[in-house]
């Protein structure tokens, strides 16, 4: 009987992000280019003696103030261990230890991709035998980037998120990873992009870049960076645009807000020979009054 799970829940961007209509019940249906990264957070599950969920920190986390972080059912971690749990009749007890590096609010699916990974190690550990296919139909009900973040690596999104088109890995790349301390309402962004005229929004070229990573064309990727909330998003935290104002003078001119916002990246191919320097630039930018966590991840 298994005993101990560990999970890793990696991060994504958004290389391309549409919005192409809505639903009568309010939900955006969308189109997406989904990238995961190297920056990851770590779950660890054990079964308990005692009935219940129960949720802890771990001190090698390396964000501030998660000692705010709710560790009851507010927390996706423990909905989707309970709708596991729930959803197969395990009455047993399980103890989860986070391990916290994606920053919150970010644009990141951070909170999706713990969400992820506790459905996964949830059903491991109890050998549930479950199929991708039931996690990702338990995962959507949760957060409708919950069923990307369980498949990984490049992929098309449409739908509310839910529907998921496997791309060839991109390869060949790095990431400038710039998350400023302020965060953003992804309600009231929708809400903004939502006020807009038509007229003022310009549609990235999903199709296009989808099929550039078809055939291994990076160029035609960082042609096609494109996010249409980053327009909305400009406008009540400006600041972004002095964040990819800083990341272009690294020498990475590919550059664009992820999600909703605030966080933004640079694509740096291997063989630019560009080495950005996570602690300078977070200097430049303290110096700017912004002040940011910074990464270089893969």
Do not use: W
């Amino acid at each position: 009987m298994t005993e101990l799970i560990e999970k890793r829940a990696y991060a994504k961007i958004n290389l391309g992000l549409d919005i192409i209509g809505q639903r009568a019940d309010g939900y955006h249906l969308v189109r997406m280019i989904m990238q995961q990264i190297g920056l990851q957070d770590r779950l660890t599950f054990q079964r308990s003696d005692a009935p219940g969920i129960r949720l802890r920190v771990s001190e090698k986390s390396t964000l501030p103030d998660l000692e705010q972080m709710p560790t009851d059912d507010r927390n996706l971690i423990v909905r989707a261990a309970q709708a596991v749990m729930d959803h197969y009749g395990i009455r047993s007890g399980v103890e989860l230890l986070l391990e916290k590096h994606i920053p919150m609010a970010a644009g990141m699916a951070g909170g999706s991709t713990d969400c992820a990974a506790a459905l996964q190690g949830t059903a491991e550990l109890f050998e549930t035998g479950s199929t991708p296919e039931e996690l990702a139909e338990l995962g959507v009900r949760l957060g409708a980037d919950v069923p990307y973040c369980l498949m990984g690596g490049t992929a098309l999104s449409e739908g509310i998120g839910e529907k998921l088109t496997p791309l060839p890995p991109l390869q060949g790349f790095r990431y400038l990873i710039i998350k400023p301390e302020f965060g953003v309402s992804t309600k009231e962004v929708y809400q903004a992009y939502d006020a807009l005229p038509a007229k003022e929004v310009t549609h990235p070229d999903i199709d296009g870049m989808a099929e550039a990573i078809r055939r291994g064309e990076p160029a035609g990727v960082m042609q096609r960076l494109g996010n249409v909330l980053e327009l909305v998003t400009v406008k009540l935290h400006p600041e972004i645009l002095r964040i990819e104002e800083r990341v272009r003078e690294e020498g990475i001119s590919a550059t664009i807000m992820t999600g909703s916002g605030p966080t933004v990246f640079g694509m740096i191919p291997v063989d630019s020979g560009i080495e950005p320097d996570p602690e300078e630039l977070r200097r430049k930018l303290k110096e700017d009054g912004i002040s940011s966590q910074v990464f270089v991840t893969v």
